[in-house]
């Protein structure tokens, strides 16, 4: 049914006018009372993505507690049975063999009882010994938002669907003492099993502007003990949510079980999502077990300007360690960019990233991320550039391939770096995004911008570039990645930033590389063999379906060499 036919005229211009500006990314979730149960009746195919993990309708948001379980992937995720909006929060519950062909099946956990009347939020999930998951969960238990820390499991171990799942009466297990903020105490993390045989997790929380992680100790994962100081916490960051924290191998190409404890071997990471500004930070450092604190290495910064797993729309990740091909996996929910009536009229929004896989870089410095091997399985039709000179306002169309929905891995080499632009020290000052909007894809420089012009219309009138621009500062350079949604789209009411962040690359072989997973509105990058990740959401108007176009482009005077570049047409794979 129509919006117009369910609301009088005078309400839909009211919320119209009260809804135009809610550009996606807030600081928190609004409640919209009137429209959270608006059942989605015609559901809209344009914008829906190919290959990205979303549901036929309504809303969807943080992914929660993956696990394997007896031969099935099992990805849990924040939704709202009754609309597309937030609201209504139960478990959703997907399975998969492969992490790309997902099943839908019924909610595993929906508010029923008095400690999560209000909301079943997000947690997490942890196999225990005897091979026995355990979900653990915020439950919301009244309208002022009081959280605690519940617990479920399966009906039924043999199931290897898990299709029911039990709350018992003992819960909450973790209810916040009067010391704590009862309204930002939520997510708890993974559990792992310390040397002293005591269970650990994390809540996230803050302390008026310091966030925090608490640590919580269990012997029988039922009764638990806040330890007398959180594991981490940091000024002026404001609540975390969805923390996560996991080990990284420093020598090893394989991920590692949350519980391993190998001082020598290992690093710890920490990530946070941020409640204000809906992004994820992370920081590497080690993990003292006896101490019960994580310290950050010394050139580690906690929030606004430390690392980040994603420098887009990409919210609220959840990693798992993946025991049949050891390795580290992890999701994170990217939420649309247009409106709430928009969402209330397609009858859905929400996906999930691509899953990706997570190591450490050689440098130490940071974390490597890369689509899962098995997304190439939907690879069909590709086509090919070798050796192609792009001089300064120079595109070539990367033709024969469905540029809508695609795949694009490009190396692009320069001779010199002897034209980069001057790097100016007073941008310190500037976030990346803004320095991405002063210095787009269409402004001149020297070594760049060069990249991908992604969801292009034929005329060039909407297109999402991605690329790179290398500045000169001192005795080094600096390279800037950016995908800019500004020019995505010809409706004005969208949110359309220009993400940005820089890319820590030696140069010394004059090489960047760049991967682009394109599909209707999501353009998913990982620059420099994923030290820089970018995921942009976009609306275009002109491009869409067969009349998307990809082109690779060069506004730098230095003229740069497409080394090579591969494309393939996406096959879409069985999507709930």
């Known amino acids: 049914m129509e919006l117009a036919k369910k609301f009088p005229w005078a309400l839909l211009v009211f919320l119209l006018f009260c809804f135009a500006k809610n550009y996606g990314v807030e600081a928190s979730h609004k409640v919209y009372t009137s429209l959270q149960s608006l059942s989605a009746v015609n559901v809209k ?156 997790i994390l809540v996230g929380s803050r302390r008026k502007h310091r966030g925090i992680v608490y640590l919580y100790r269990s012997r029988d994962f039922m009764n638990w003990v806040k330890a007398k100081h959180p594991l981490h916490s940091s000024a002026n960051t404001g609540n975390w949510e969805c923390p996560d924290f996991f080990p990284v191998s420093l020598h090893a190409t394989n ?42 290495d010394k050139n580690m910064v906690d929030g606004l300007r430390g690392l980040r797993y994603d420098y887009g729309n990409f919210y609220a990740s959840k990693s798992f360690f993946d025991p049949i091909k050891k390795r580290r996996i992890m999701w994170a929910w990217a939420n649309e960019s247009d409106t709430t009536l928009d969402d209330v009229e397609k009858g859905w929004a929400g996906i999930q990233t691509i899953p990706r896989s997570i190591l450490i870089d050689p440098n130490g410095r940071q974390l490597l991320q890369w689509p899962i091997e098995e997304l190439e399985t939907l690879r069909r039709k590709k086509v090919e550039l070798h050796k192609k000179k792009l001089k300064k306002g120079e595109h070539v169309e990367v033709k024969g391939i469905a540029a809508a929905q695609a795949d694009v891995e490009v190396t692009f080499s320069f001779h010199s770096l002897d034209k980069a632009e001057k790097y100016d020290f007073s941008w310190d000052e500037l976030d990346t995004q803004k320095l991405c909007s002063q210095k787009g894809s269409t402004v001149q420089g020297g070594v760049g911008p060069f990249g991908l012009l992604t969801l292009a219309s034929q005329d060039l009138k909407e297109y999402t570039p991605v690329f790179f621009r290398i500045f000169k500062a001192n005795s080094k350079h600096i390279v800037l990645m950016c995908s800019d949604a500004s020019s995505s789209s010809l409706r004005e009411e969208l949110y359309k930033p220009s993400f940005a962040g820089f890319v820590d690359v030696d140069l010394t072989d004059k090489k960047l590389s760049l991967r682009s997973l394109i599909d209707h509105s999501v353009v998913e990058s990982f620059g420099a063999g994923g030290k820089t990740c970018i995921t942009s959401r976009v609306y275009p108007t002109l491009a869409i379906y067969e009349n998307a176009h990809l082109h690779a482009f060069n506004n730098g005077t230095e003229t740069i060499i497409i080394e090579k570049l591969d494309a393939w047409s996406m096959n879409s794979p069985q999507m709930n």
């Open 255 to 296: 991920g590692l079980d949350t519980s391993l404890m190998e001082r020598n071997n290992i690093k710890h990471v920490l990530k946070v999502s941020l409640d204000g500004t809906r992004y994820d930070y992370y920081t590497l450092g080690t993990y003292f077990p006896q101490l019960e604190r994580y310290i950050p």
């Open 45 to 200: 195919r344009v914008y829906r993505t190919g290959f990205h993990f979303q549901l036929e309708r309504n809303w969807i948001n943080d992914p929660n507690g993956p696990i394997y379980y007896n031969g099935f992937y099992h990805l849990f995720y924040q939704y709202n049975p009754e609309g597309a909006v937030w609201g209504n929060i139960a478990w959703g519950h997907s399975v998969s063999k492969d992490l790309i062909n997902w099943k839908k099946l019924e909610p595993a956990i929906f508010p029923s009882k008095i400690f999560d009347k209000y909301g079943c939020w997000s947690g997490s999930a942890t196999v225990l010994p005897g091979n026995k998951p355990i979900i653990l969960y915020t439950g919301v238990v009244d309208e002022n938002i009081t959280e605690v820390q519940n617990y479920a499991v399966p009906a039924d171990y043999s199931d290897p669907y898990l299709r029911k799942w039990i709350k018992p009466d003992n819960n909450p297990l973790i209810v916040a003492d009067e010391s704590m903020n009862t309204t930002a105490f939520r997510d708890p993390t993974t559990a792992w099993l310390g040397l002293d045989g005591l269970w650990k």
